[in-house]
């Protein structure tokens, strides 16, 4: 079992930057692909970024160019950079950590919210 626990949430206006958090409680964090995934009000969740255990990146195309996601396996923490924000990136914000179907977990999730 492997617990996520997120931070750095909040409420920024258009043109900022936050950076979010997922600090994870596994020995073997490093194996594991890690993402941040995202569900707005009335819609699915989607994917917006993952890290692989050798550090291969993937985004959505929403976020390319504005988001960057980097892990830290000595720490056992996976962050997210989002810059230039816009009101469409408001969501809950869930870290995700994947081995295999048996070994898939999620953290509580955090807010974010873009408004003036």
């Known amino acids: 079992q492997v617990q996520l626990v997120e931070s750095g949430g909040g409420l920024v206006q258009p043109g900022g930057s936050l950076r979010l958090s997922c600090a994870a409680s596994?020995?073997?964090?490093?194996?594991?692909?890690m993402g941040w995934y995202r569900q707005a009000p009335g819609k699915q969740r989607e994917l917006v970024a993952a890290v692989t255990g050798t550090r291969s990146t993937n985004y959505a195309d929403s976020v390319k160019g504005r988001f960057t996601i980097s892990r830290d396996n000595a720490k056992n923490t996976v962050y997210l950079q989002m810059n230039n924000l816009k009101p469409e990136d408001t969501a809950v914000y869930y870290c995700?950590?994947?081995?295999?179907?048996?070994?898939?977990?999620w953290g509580q999730g955090t807010q974010v919210t873009v408004s003036s």
């Open positions: 995700n950590a994947h081995l295999d179907k048996t070994a898939d977990y």
């Open positions: 596994s020995r073997i964090f490093s194996i594991y692909t």
